[in-house]
């Protein structure tokens, strides 16, 4: 969860959007089944008839309400199955499942089926109970098993949460000295590695780490971030790495890079949103094989819950759809 410089730049951070309708005031019970609204985007707001950004095409895109909640927001991390099932996590440890709808073209159209679970301390109570330092979570990642992580800024650790509902744990996180609210936002498994490993990157410096739950973390590859914060990273089918870099400037608002890295580290495609594109605060990332060697990117964004210092904004919840097809293919 981040606090923004100050009204102007976060009503800046939406000046793009459609205004949106004031937040739900009467939350479910954290664990029901919800309904997800949806409003279809496209890629450019100016020019309906863009569909592509390089080797990237736009494979459909929403913004993502709820009338049954308070706490559809704040979504910082992202992974999809190749069976189509979503899992969120927004900064208030609340984690969001549910199934992605694609129409027979295979573009995204909707969301359905979804749960929302408050995640709960290492004491059996919920997170948000302890306030903003203890429930502002970051990275999700879930093991082949079944086990999830969750990564956490301000309080800056790892908690692994077993896949039959028991309480969570520690898990080995970088043995580094963290920047205040800046801390691990990327987070994902390595089954490249072992079952039980998985990478964590630190959005201020663009260090990765490559961890195991049986040993401790290691220094794994650096980022050039050349300005921007490292939020998010997934594995690449068949080797390599995508990463989710995010900067802002009053000029152009947000910016969203996407990079694609191969085993070695050399850098194989890039994708940058900006306005006048559909842009937001993206920070989650998932990466799914398709057909032919393509690959589909999901991309989704925290909005801070509509709110700066208690008023509204623009920003938005963006579920973002694109197909990368690779030079030569």
């Not at 981040?2 to 009503?11: I, V």
């Not at 390089?54 to 009338?67: C, D, I, Q």
Request: charged letters at 25%; proline letters at 5%.
């Amino acid at each position: 969860m981040k606090r923004l410089a100050g009204l102007a730049l976060a009503l800046s951070l939406g000046s793009c959007a459609m205004p949106t309708a004031p937040l739900p005031l009467r939350p479910v019970a954290v664990g029901a089944r919800i309904q997800v609204d949806t409003q279809a985007v496209p890629l450019d707001p100016t020019d309906a008839s863009r569909t592509r950004i390089g080797n990237f095409a736009y494979a459909g895109g929403l913004v993502l309400t709820s009338r049954e909640t308070s706490r559809l927001h704040g979504m910082s991390d992202l992974k999809v199955t190749p069976d189509g099932r979503m899992l969120a996590l927004g900064d208030q440890s609340d984690l969001l499942e549910a199934r992605l709808v694609l129409d027979s073209a295979g573009r995204l159209v909707g969301v359905t089926d979804a749960t929302l679970v408050a995640l709960k301390e290492t004491t059996g109570v919920d997170l948000f109970a302890g306030g903003q330092r203890e429930f502002d979570s970051e990275g999700v990642a879930r093991f082949a098993n079944g086990d999830l992580l969750a990564s956490f800024e301000q309080h800056d650790r790892i908690l692994l949460f077993p896949r039959d509902g028991g309480l969570p744990r520690r898990a080995p996180q970088p043995d580094v000295k963290y920047t205040d609210n800046k801390g691990m936002e990327a987070l994902a498994t390595a089954p490249d590695v072992a079952a039980d490993a998985y990478r964590v990157g630190l959005e201020d410096s663009g260090w990765t780490f490559l961890c195991r739950l049986s040993t401790r973390c290691v220094r794994d590859r650096d980022l050039d971030l050349d300005g921007s914060a490292l939020v998010a990273i997934d594995n690449m089918p068949g080797g390599g790495l995508a990463y989710l870099l995010r900067s802002y400037s009053v000029l152009r608002g947000n910016t969203v890079q996407l990079r694609i890295l191969d085993r070695a580290g050399r850098l194989v495609d890039r994708m940058e949103i900006a306005r006048p594109l559909t842009v937001d605060n993206l920070e989650g990332l998932a990466a799914v094989a398709q057909p032919g060697g393509r690959v589909r990117f999901y991309l989704i964004s925290d909005d801070n819950f509509g709110l700066y210092d208690g008023k509204p904004t623009d920003q938005r919840t963006l579920l973002l759809a694109f197909d990368w097809t690779p030079a030569g293919r």
